[in-house]
């Protein structure tokens, strides 16, 4: 237990830039309080003596603003930070090299005994106000973004983001190069997000525009052939694309938005 408290403390000067010693770690970090309490009452939990280990986590709940209920199985060098409003639930498992972020929830979506609660793996990252429910498994390397609302398993090495939770892909040289910074100074990604991150729904919405841009240039094509060999012309003016994504201001989309316009004339 006095092993891998002293790994939890270390972990936070992995993780928090802010850190700048052991005795400021130990005074003033909700996080790392929630933690060694959560250490404690799991030890008793595991001796028998569960009303000692209920009421003493929650003083700790009181006194932190974070609650971990004792039988939760929590893995080394897990790292809150911030830590106000988090709860994990009695059968959550998480493993080494964690990070939650505030106002996160490892909860259950029934009320029937027996396994309720998130798993996850190791080197995991919930963002802030994240939700993962039920007993699902959110495999190792995961990032799940600031509110995302998870129900369902993710595999290894995938962002979460979005409500209900919607798996992004980027690109695997950038994965594998994050992944690498990450095996350097351990799941340090604020909130679980970054900037290169796509919106899936808006992500989809450029793949029907790219879908839709080559059926209008067969169209056409088409058009001309028949033409060719004396038929109808049966061009029409299509609707303009402004309003076809979810942020038309961004440079980025109008350049989208641009592409497509100038292979419909």
């Not at 029937?112 to 495999?139: D, F, Q």
């Not at 209900?164 to 892909?169: A, E, K, S």
Request: hydrophobic share 40%; charged share 25%.
């Amino acid at each position: 237990m006095f092993k891998r408290i002293k790994s939890d403390v270390k972990s936070v000067f992995d993780r928090d830039p802010a850190a700048r010693s052991t005795f400021e770690v130990l005074t003033t970090y909700p996080g790392v309080h929630a933690i060694l309490f959560y250490r404690l009452t799991h030890w008793l939990w595991g001796k028998g003596l569960k009303w000692l280990a209920r009421f003493i986590s929650g003083f700790a709940r009181w006194f932190t603003g974070i609650e971990i209920h004792p039988a939760a199985k929590i893995g080394d060098r897990f790292f809150i930070d911030h830590g106000m409003g988090i709860v994990i639930g009695e059968t959550a498992e998480i493993g080494d090299d964690c990070t939650l972020y505030h106002g996160v929830t490892l909860g259950g979506i029934s009320s029937s005994e027996g396994k309720r609660h998130p798993t996850l793996g190791n080197r995991v990252v919930v963002g802030a106000g994240a939700k993962v429910l039920g007993p699902i498994l959110i495999n190792d390397d995961v990032r799940i973004g600031s509110n995302a609302v998870v129900l369902k398993s993710v595999p290894a090495d995938r962002t979460v983001v979005g409500i209900p939770g919607r798996i992004v892909d980027p690109d695997r040289d950038v994965k594998k190069s994050r992944r690498e910074k990450m095996a350097e100074k351990i799941g340090f990604d604020a909130y679980g997000v970054s900037q290169d991150v796509q919106d899936p729904i808006e992500k989809a919405i450029f793949s029907l525009l790219d879908h839709v841009q080559s059926q209008d240039e067969q169209l056409e094509k088409l058009n001309q052939a028949v033409k060719q060999l004396g038929g109808t012309d049966s061009h029409v003016d299509l609707p303009s694309l402004q309003g076809a994504v979810l942020e038309p201001d961004n440079p980025e989309n109008q350049a989208h938005i641009k592409k497509a316009v100038d292979a419909k004339d």
